[in-house]
């Protein structure tokens, strides 16, 4: 099983410029989450999405966008990149059939903006 | 909202030692769920252990085990036998259950010498 896939792995931007972070998992899992990691500071959720068809804001929501596609699939947008968005994204899933409130991460995708 | 506590920053151990995390939070649910989740140099988020606030007794898992004290809202990590590949971040984390969202501490860098 392949998991959490993210990608990018790495990605440069400069500043103004727009992308995607994609995410799947092939767990069957409902709810999604994405979090940013910066140097000394723990992982903090950006936004979640807890079922298909919807999603909330988290901690750290602005400057970006979600879009849950499919039950596999929650993409994260930048529209407009920063350089304090310069950090460690991570997507990552919960749901039956593991066990309750365990998260399970993707590798990350480690972006730059200049 | 809650907040996690880790005031060791970095912490090292040999090889065949004990060695014990901390880990505070702080929150006025009453039903939750605290996780240890590692992150060695390949970045990737490992869960490590995790513990159900209405369960007294405190989970173990091969050389991991915790020190779970509901009233002192602490929830540390003793890694048994430490192990070279036993180097990483290790972050601990809170989940008050309803929508599986994660709220990390800041982190612990474990350095395993020989």
């Known amino acids: 099983n392949a998991g959490v896939t993210q990608t990018p792995k790495f990605q440069v931007l400069k500043t103004g410029q727009s992308m995607t972070l994609q995410c799947a998992q092939d767990?069957?899992?409902?709810?999604m989450y994405w979090y940013r990691q910066d140097p000394g500071m723990g992982l903090r959720l950006i936004y979640y999405s807890a079922s298909e068809g919807t999603t909330d804001k988290g901690e750290v929501p602005n400057g970006y966008n979600v879009s849950r596609l499919n039950k596999r699939e929650f993409s994260l947008r930048l529209e407009s990149a920063a350089p304090s968005q310069t950090s460690v994204y991570f997507c990552?899933?919960?749901?039956?059939?593991?066990?309750?409130?365990?998260?399970?991460f993707g590798a990350g995708t480690r972006l730059s903006v200049l | 909202a809650q907040t996690v506590t880790q005031s060791q920053p970095e912490m090292s151990v040999q090889e065949a030692e004990t060695v014990t995390l901390s880990c505070t939070y702080d929150?006025?649910?009453?039903?939750?769920?605290l996780f240890w989740y590692k992150q060695p140099p390949s970045r990737q988020m490992i869960l490590v252990i995790r513990q159900e606030a209405y369960k007294q007794q405190n989970a173990t898992e091969n050389r991991f085990s915790v020190n779970f004290q509901k009233a002192a809202k602490s929830f540390s990590l003793k890694i048994s036998d430490s192990q070279l590949g036993d180097t990483a971040m290790y972050f601990c984390a809170f989940d008050t259950g309803t929508a599986s969202k994660l709220t990390f501490g800041t982190g612990t860098r474990l350095q395993v010498t020989l």
């Open positions: 929150t006025s649910e009453n039903n939750y769920y």
């Open positions: 767990m069957n899992h409902n709810s």
């Open positions: 990552a899933s919960s749901g039956y059939p593991q066990a309750k409130n365990i998260q399970y």
